[in-house]
């Protein structure tokens, strides 16, 4: 474990909860409170309200399942917090026994805890005393057990007879807030209560909504999601470091490089590689294109709900031509597989950089095509502007983040604030809305799109050579005859990598990038071995469309549909 | 028209009528191509290729071969995919298969593109159940065809453990490409069966 000095002054909490604060230490990057379960609640208010640190936004909520790392208490719970415009994070650890396992909520100081707390109940059974609703969210209600505790097989499924028919939570809801109803019992009037999806065009797959109706408003929503729960976490604990990167492909699919730069950057984070410019300059210009590609998607199918098809073909035409240049790169149009630890799976192509450049001289026009088409028009500003508005502190509260958060005004972008990978050398503007509505949602994405083309542009223009992976024995194998064969320790570096993999030093790190959807965070522990011991994803829609009962509850049913294309809710990304 | 009981042949399946029976496993036959009017019948000589005789079930094999309406059951990566089959590039109209349903009651022909997990089992099934008769299936991917390396607690190893399938498509994604054969082949299927 990593035990440096925080930077941090933590005295104010000590004085506050005494004893109750264990221990200072680092959770890489950021400073790390360990604290009693008594202390828990006063901890986290303190942290949230505080004028020094003010962590307004809890980023992640998580367990860690100690079961094979230590004797005593058997769950870590992992409070990751945020003050989004001081860049400041702080994370709390609290120790929970196992046949005691529960700690109080913290749903009343962030909306995001809700969500963030029943997965944790669902996946390893700690409960939170006093949530109002802990049933299970990714797994089925007719799931035994506790997946992700260490000792659960990852074989062993369940099968699922019938769905749920969330009448339940519809009734918690209604006594939790009464007055949305607005009924009396003079006028109790008529409501109808409706299932959306998961098999609906609308509800991209695999959302499920059941609404309860006044007329065409909705009175009340409550979204099931869990459709495309397919493991990822529980699987990345069962793979070599380097196998996790086709698991990261299907996170956010839109995107897939994205997701394979946000789980290498974490690795590498724990491995202590640094990559070489080169390298960054690559995964840049690639997590660009990602960027553009996932945009027209989200825009593309966004307009086809509010009944515009034509751009749809406008847009994914584009993105098909950015698939041609990935392909060549890749070997892949969708699930690309790009990064490894250390670097890079090959080099780019011979002719990548002057087919990209081909591309970026089309973007303008496909998106102008389509701005014409409904920036003036008047269906489309009626059904956007003023819809699915949110608030700065809901959005903030509910753990939003990216071009969704940037929608209600706040100017914030790790690519600015927290540069990785030489972000601070480039030029680009961060597009900003104004009062969080669908409408600009949509056009600040439209805007990333240009802004992104000038990224990879500049990138292009700069492309560093040199090496592609870092020089590290982790990095790749060694070249066999000027080392392997020559001398003992190319032989002894060589048989190491072959057998026991990559294997990173012992410790825990959250490292983060800006994904199109926002932050997207791995938090990874390590026990030594040649496998995470946990990989947790801090997926950013998981926190969006938690607050999509907030937007909607009051809106017109069919508006429903176009915030939801505007949160850009990937399923894959949603439910791992 | 001229065709009275006795003149055509209580069971088109007899040596005069070449061609419809055995068509070569790629070609597409069309009725008018297949020249049923029999020799000397002169009532359908007169009319020309105006008219053309042939089998009911034929007829309806091959209209439905070429007009067959999908429901994308969309769940991940494939869908997206699957949108590149729909749209300009590759262009799934090309094949008659463009139009996309959402109502398990409009549509023919179910692609299941992605991950069905446990959870999501009884509405693939339901989905299924509501779709008329005649029916086909799809298997996009390897997610759906087999779990593909989601072998986990939560996902489904195989749609054919709930649903029958008649096509496997390989790939994870399966390229568009692969996407359009595997509605070639189903079609060649229906013209050579007529089911």
Known sequence: MVTTSTGIDFSKLRQRIGDGL????????????????????????????????????????????????????????????RNIPNELRVAVKCAIPEEDAWVPTA???????????REAFDQYGVR?????????????????????????????GHWCSEAETLLDELELRRRRFPERRNRTDEDPGETMILNIGPSHPASHGTLRNLVELDGERILYSIPEIGYLHRGFE????????????????????????????????????????????????????????????DHLVCNGANIVDLGALTNFWYLFNLREKI??????????????????????????????????????????????????????????????????????????????????????????????????????QYDFEVPVGHQGDSYDRIMIRFEEI??????????????????????????????????????????????????????????????WTEAPNGELGFYIVSDGGMKPYKCKVRPPCFYIYSAFPHIVEGEMIADAVAILGSLNIVAGELDR | MGLKGEDTPASPATPDTPGMDSPKANQIVYPRQANLSRPGDADV????????????????????????????????????????TVSSVFDISRFGAELVRFSPRQADLMIVAGTITYKMVPILKRIYDQMCEPKYVLSMGVCASSGGFYDNYCTLQGIDKVIPVDYYIAGCPPRPESVLQAIVELQNRMSRTGK
């Open chain 1, 22 to 81: 264990l221990e200072e230490t680092v959770l890489l990057p950021m400073p790390c409170v360990r604290v009693k379960r008594a202390a828990l609640a006063e901890t986290l208010q303190f942290l949230r309200d505080d004028p020094e640190f003010r962590l307004h936004q809890l980023s992640e909520l998580t367990v860690v399942d100690m079961l094979y790392l230590r004797e005593d208490d058997r769950f870590d719970v992992v409070y990751l917090l």
């Open chain 1, 107 to 117: 749903v009343g100081l962030w909306a995001a805890a809700d969500w963030g707390e």
């Open chain 1, 128 to 156: 939170f005393e006093g949530h109002p609703n802990l049933k299970r969210i990714l797994n089925h209600h007719e799931f035994v057990g506790h997946p992700l505790r260490k000792d659960y097989d990852i074989y062993r």
């Open chain 1, 234 to 293: 529980k699987s990345a604990e069962t793979h070599e470091y380097n196998q996790v990167v086709p698991y990261t492909d299907r996170l956010n699919y839109l995107s897939a490089i994205s997701n394979n730069v946000g789980y290498i950057k974490a690795v590498e984070e724990l491995c202590g590689i640094e990559v070489p410019p080169r390298c960054q300059a690559i995964r840049v210009i690639l997590c660009e294109l990602s960027r553009i590609m």
């Open chain 1, 323 to 424: 698939y041609n240049v990935i392909e060549g790169v890749t070997g892949a149009r969708l699930t690309n597989s790009y990064t490894r630890v250390g670097g890079l799976w090959n080099d780019i192509n011979d002719d990548f950089v002057e087919q990209t450049r081909a591309v970026l001289a089309e973007i303008p026009q496909h998106v102008d095509d389509t701005l014409k088409l409904v920036a003036r028009n008047r269906i489309f500003l009626d059904r956007t502007v003023g819809v699915g508005k949110i608030s700065l502190d809901d959005a903030i509260s509910y753990g939003w983040v990216g071009p969704c958060l940037r929608g209600c005004g706040l100017d914030h972008d790790l690519r600015k604030s927290d540069p990785y990978y030489g972000y601070e």
């Open chain 1, 450 to 511: 240009k802004q992104s083309a000038r990224i990879v542009e500049q990138a292009l223009d700069n492309l560093p050579d040199g090496p592609f992976r870092a020089d590290h024995p982790m990095a790749y194998l060694p070249d066999k005859q000027s080392k392997t064969y020559a001398n003992i320790e190319g032989l002894v570096n060589h048989f190491k990598i072959v057998m026991h993999g990559i294997t990173p030093p012992q410790g825990e790190v959250y490292s």
């Open chain 2, 45 to 84: 000589d007169m009319l020309g290729d105006a008219v053309t005789i042939t089998r009911m079930e034929e007829v309806v094999a091959w209209g439905r071969k070429n007009s067959l309406w999908p429901i994308p059951f969309g769940t991940a990566c494939c869908a997206i995919e699957f949108m590149g």
